[in-house]
Nanobody, 128 residues
Framework: QVQLVESGGGSVQSGGSLRLSCAVS????????MGWFRQAPGKEREGVAA???????NYADSVKGRFTISRDNAKNTLYLQMNSLKPEDTAMYYC??????????????????????WGQGTQVTVSS
């Protein structure tokens, strides 16, 4: 059974940093495409960043240059380093996984519908 457990969320002031972690088990983690998503109250879930099994990455425009996704296949863990946080980054953050990676015009897709397995989420709150 695939399990994903996020941690590392919290409350920070604008300009601060957080690192989210996602511990995964139950499948061949290293071969899966992984992603981070977020959902703010009253808004749809949106893709933040994704990383393929070969290390290819893609980011939402809103986080480019501030967030970094990475994976440690030896530890079966996915990370999201978030710097220069803004109040608009406030949301519940989820990690997700899928056996397949989807590309369009050379870019790894960030659509939530492309991912089959989900964690329970960790809250990130950024105050101004």
């Amino acid at each position: 059974q695939v399990q994903l457990v996020e941690s590392g969320g919290g409350s920070v002031q604008s300009g601060g940093s957080l690192r989210l972690s996602c511990a995964v088990s139950g499948y061949a983690y290293s071969s899966y495409c992984m992603g981070w998503f977020r959902q703010a109250p009253g808004k749809e879930r949106e893709g933040v960043a994704a990383i393929d099994s070969d290390g290819s990455t893609n980011y939402a425009d809103s986080v480019k240059g501030r967030f970094t996704i990475s994976r440690d296949n030896a530890k079966n863990t996915l990370y999201l380093q978030m710097n220069s946080l803004k109040p608009e980054d406030t949301a519940m953050y989820y990690c997700a996984a899928d056996r397949a990676a989807y590309y369009r015009r050379g870019y790894l897709l960030l659509g939530p519908e492309k991912f089959s397995y989900w964690g329970q989420g960790t809250q990130v709150t950024v105050s101004s």
